[in-house]
C-alpha cells in the first residue's frame, strides 16, 4: 500500500534529520577525545604540554604572517593559543590552505577563449573606457582575472524570488539543447516538483541535461529518491563535496553557494534563489522571503555556461561537444555590458568578488545600494563604507527584519554602531527576510548574485554574480531598491542603545568566530 505524500516526506525528514545528527555525533565525539588526551597531556606531561604551548606560538604568528581575512585570522589565533592541543589538531584539518587542496576538485585552468574572442573583450573594454571612464577600471581589472566583458545582451531584472523561479521553469520548458543547473540548495516541494518533470522530460527528449548541487545545502531537504528518479531518466547529476563523518573530511565551509540556470546557450540565470519553495513564498519560513536574480540572453550567456563547465570538468564530468555548441547563438542589440564573475576558496587570498565590491564602494560619487542578508566584514570593507558616506555618497544597506540565522544578525548588529556614526544609512525589512545579493553605485553599475557580505562568501565558499555596465535593468534594479525601502524600518542610535547588554557583548564576541557560522 501506498504511503501518503505527506507520511513520505515526513520520513525522508526524519531520515536526513538521523543522518545529520549521526555526523554531529560522531564529529564531536572526534573533539572529545582530542580534548580528553589534551588535558591527560597537560597533567601527565607537562613538559611535552610546554612545547606544544610555544609551537602554538608560533603558529599563531605565522598564521598573523598570512595574507587574508584579520578576524579569520584572529579566530584561529584565539583558539590555538588558548587550547594549544585541540586549535592545533583543528588548525591543522580544518584551515583553509589544506582543506582547499583536499576537496575533491580537479585543478584546471579556466577555459581558454579564443583569440578573436579575446579581441572582442579588448573591444567591449575600449567602447566602456570612452562611455563610461568611472567604471572602466573595475571591467578592466576582472578582465585581467580571466572574466570577459560582453555586450550584446538582453538583462532582465527579476525582483522576487517567485518571479525568478517561474520564469525560469517556463524557459527550460523551452530548452532544446542543453540545460544546465547549479545550486546550492535544492529541497523538495511544488518547485522541485515541476522542476523535476521538466528535467525528465527534457532528458527523455534527448536534451542534454546536468545537475550540481551542494550536499549540506541540500542532504536535510533532497532525498536520495529524487536524485534517483533524475538518473532513471538519463540526467547526469553531481553532489558537491559530500558530508562525511570524519572531523578531517567534514567541509562544513568550502560550498559551492553558486546559484546558474543555464539553456542552450543563449539564456542564463543568475541570483540568490535557490531551488526551494521559501524562495517563491510557496511557504513561509521568515517572514516574506524577498530574493531576486537577473536573466541573460544573448553574448553575455556564456560567462555563466562557460563557469558551470568549468566547473563540472573539475568535479570529473564529461561534456559531449566542442565548446563552441554551448555558445550563445543569438545577440541581443541592446545598450551597455556585462561581465560574469566567481571564485572560490582556492582562489585565496585574493578574492574578485570581495575586490569587485570594495571597488564599487569606493568609487561611487552619488549613491552606493545594498541588500544583502548578512554581514560579517573584515576593516578593509568596513572603511570603504564608512569612507564613502562621510565623502558626501548617499550609502544604503538593506537587511533583513526577520533574519534566517540568529547569531549571524547579532553578529551583523555589531557593525551598525560605527556605521550609523560615519553617516552610513541601515534599514531593515519588516516584512520578513531580505535574501537578494544586490550591490548598485550610481545607477550605471551593479552585481546580482550569490555572493553575501560576508567571511563566508568572500573567503570560504564557491560563489557567482554578474557585473552590469549601464544596462537598462539597473533601472528596474533601482526602482525595486526603492520599493523595498519603502517597506523598512531604519535603525538608529536610539534603537541600537535599546539593546539588552548580553546581546551586544554577545554580538561582539560572535564577530570573531564569524567564519565558523
Known amino acids: 500500500m501506498r504511503k501518503p505524500r505527506i507520511q513520505q516526506r515526513t520520513e525522508r525528514r526524519i ?10 555525533v560522531l564529529l564531536l565525539a572526534q573533539i572529545a577525545l582530542v580534548i580528553v588526551l589534551s588535558d591527560l597531556l597537560m597533567q601527565r606531561m607537562a613538559l611535552a604540554y610546554t612545547v606544544l604551548q610555544v609551537l602554538a606560538g608560533v603558529v599563531a604568528v605565522r598564521i598573523w604572517s598570512r595574507p587574508g581575512a584579520t578576524s579569520y585570522k584572529i579566530g584561529w589565533i584565539i583558539l590555538v593559543l588558548f587550547v594549544p592541543v ?4 583543528l588548525y591543522l584539518l580544518w584551515n583553509g590552505d589544506r582543506q582547499s587542496k583536499r576537496l575533491s576538485l580537479k585543478k584546471l585552468a579556466p577555459i581558454e577563449e579564443p583569440c578573436a574572442q579575446q579581441e572582442i573583450s579588448r573591444t567591449n573594454l575600449e567602447r566602456l573606457r570612452q562611455t563610461s571612464p568611472q567604471w572602466y577600471s573595475v571591467a578592466n581589472y576582472l578582465s585581467s582575472k580571466g572574466f570577459p566583458l560582453y555586450r550584446n545582451t538582453e538583462v532582465t531584472y527579476l525582483p522576487t524570488g517567485e518571479a525568478y523561479l517561474n520564469d525560469m521553469l517556463e524557459r527550460l520548458e523551452q530548452a532544446q539543447r542543453f540545460i544546465f543547473l547549479e545550486y546550492f540548495i535544492m529541497a523538495e516541494g511544488e518547485i522541485w516538483d515541476r522542476l523535476s518533470y521538466i528535467l525528465c522530460n527534457k532528458s527523455r527528449m534527448g536534451v542534454e541535461v546536468k545537475l550540481i548541487f551542494d550536499d549540506f545545502g541540500s542532504m536535510m531537504r533532497m532525498p ?14 553531481k553532489v558537491f563535496n559530500p558530508v ?47 530574493d531576486c536574480g537577473i536573466r541573460l540572453e544573448g553574448e553575455g550567456a ?65 549613491t552606493v545600494y545594498i541588500t544583502t ?24 544597506l538593506i537587511m533583513p527584519g526577520i533574519p534566517d540565522h540568529k547569531f549571524a544578525y547579532l553578529v551583523a548588529e555589531s ?56 544596462v537598462p535593468a539597473i ?30 557583548a554577545l554580538g561582539t564576541l560572535l564577530r570573531l568566530f564569524a567564519m565558523w557560522m
Open 15 to 24: 531520515s536526513a534529520a538521523l543522518r545529520l545528527v549521526l555526523v554531529a
Open 86 to 89: 585541540v586549535g592545533l589538531i
Open 475 to 504: 533601472e528596474t534594479l533601482l526602482e525595486d531598491m526603492d520599493g523595498t525601502l519603502a517597506q523598512c524600518e531604519p535603525i538608529t542610535p536610539q534603537r541600537l542603545a535599546k539593546r539588552p547588554f548580553w546581546r551586544r
Open 302 to 366: 556564456w560567462g555563466l555556461t562557460r563557469e558551470f563547465l568549468h566547473m563540472w570538468e573539475r568535479m570529473n564530468g564529461q561534456t559531449y561537444h566542442e565548446y563552441d555548441y554551448y555558445r550563445p547563438v543569438h545577440r541581443a542589440m541592446t545598450q551597455g555590458f556585462c561581465q560574469t564573475v566567481v571564485d572560490g576558496p582556492d582562489d585565496n587570498p585574493e578574492n574578485a568578488a570581495e575586490d569587485l565590491f570594495l571597488q564599487l564602494i569606493s568609487r561611487a560619487r552619488q
Open 373 to 396: 542578508p548578512y554581514l560579517a566584514i573584515d576593516e578593509p570593507m568596513l572603511r570603504a563604507l564608512c569612507l564613502s558616506a562621510d565623502s558626501g555618497v548617499d550609502v544604503r
Open 244 to 290: 562525511h563523518h570524519y572531523v578531517n573530511r567534514l567541509y562544513f565551509n568550502y560550498r559551492d553557494h553558486r546559484k546558474i540556470t543555464c539553456i542552450d546557450g543563449d539564456t542564463a540565470y543568475t541570483g540568490g534563489a535557490n531551488i526551494a519553495d521559501e524562495y517563491a513564498n510557496l511557504i513561509v519560513r521568515f517572514g516574506y522571503w524577498k
Open 224 to 237: 536520495n529518491e529524487k536524485v534517483q528518479t533524475l538518473l532513471d531518466a538519463g540526467v547526469e547529476v
Open 415 to 470: 557593525y551598525f554602531a560605527e556605521l550609523l556614526a560615519h553617516n552610513v544609512k541601515v534599514y531593515t525589512f519588516t516584512p520578513g527576510l531580505v535574501h537578494g545579493k544586490t550591490v548598485m553605485a550610481d545607477r550605471e553599475i551593479a552585481f546580482v548574485g550569490s555572493v553575501n557580505m560576508d567571511y563566508r562568501s568572500f573567503q570560504l565558499h564557491f560563489e557567482c554574480g554578474e557585473v552590469l555596465y549601464n
